[in-house]
């Protein structure tokens, strides 16, 4: 079965972004590696990880590019935003100034982003909750107030962490549905496999990352 999540039909393009140390690159390694490393070095320019997954009955690429925190790396930074189906914007729920920089990273993506690309809020280190300087119910405000979808995770633990890319990834899927994500505009953020699509048979038995998950 797991040869067959190869055969994928659509790839999701997903940038992550954030503050330095949040835990942008811990996030991208435990949803497609499954592993926390604990001193992380910090992401120069960015860092590219893929995982092949199920959604909505259908079997999707995650394509997922993990951007540096720092000012200096920003320039290089939003040349990823263009053409992202997905932006995942993280903050560290016990660290209260990444929370109050999210309207900048916001701000930022939407001008840079297309009109379509679903938003993904997560709070990160859950783990640490007894040390958290921001409530969910906050956050949560924050979320409902811009229109995104907002969940606390664990990088460490790896609580909600699926949850949350393969949430992303359903509204995605739920636009091209509805037709709210043009498939034919050049920035979508998301690419059709077309011998996968037109029922024709492929023979690579390659597997994306080698694991597969159903949402």
């Not at 490393?37 to 590019?65: A, M, S, Y």
């Not at 939003?78 to 016990?94: E, K, L, N, P, Q």
């Not at 999210?102 to 640490?128: C, E, F, Q, Y």
Request: positive net charge.
């Amino acid at each position: 079965a797991r040869g067959g999540m190869s055969q994928f039909e659509y790839i999701f393009k997903y940038i992550i972004i954030g503050d330095m140390g949040v835990g942008k690159s811990c996030l991208l390694h435990q949803f497609t590696e499954k592993r926390f490393q604990e001193d992380q070095p910090h992401t120069i320019g960015v860092e590219f990880g893929t995982r092949v997954c199920e959604v909505n009955g259908k079997v999707i690429k995650l394509q997922i590019w993990d951007t540096a925190g720092q000012e200096r790396f920003r320039a290089v930074t939003r040349s990823y935003y263009r053409g992202a189906a997905g932006a995942i914007m993280v903050y560290d729920i016990t660290r209260r100034s990444s929370f109050n920089h999210l309207a900048t990273w916001l701000t930022d993506a939407r001008n840079h982003t297309n009109p379509s690309t679903v938003m993904m809020l997560i709070g990160n280190k859950l783990d640490l909750a007894r040390q958290r300087e921001v409530s969910f119910e906050e956050a949560e405000a924050f979320s409902k107030e811009n229109g995104i979808i907002y969940l606390e995770v664990s990088a460490k633990t790896g609580q909600n962490v699926e949850e949350a890319f393969l949430r992303t990834a359903r509204k995605i899927y739920d636009n091209i549905q509805s037709g709210a994500l043009d498939l034919n505009a050049a920035e979508s953020g998301v690419v059709t496999n077309k011998s996968r699509t037109t029922k024709v048979k492929s023979t690579d038995g390659q597997q994306g990352s080698g694991c597969s998950s159903s949402c």
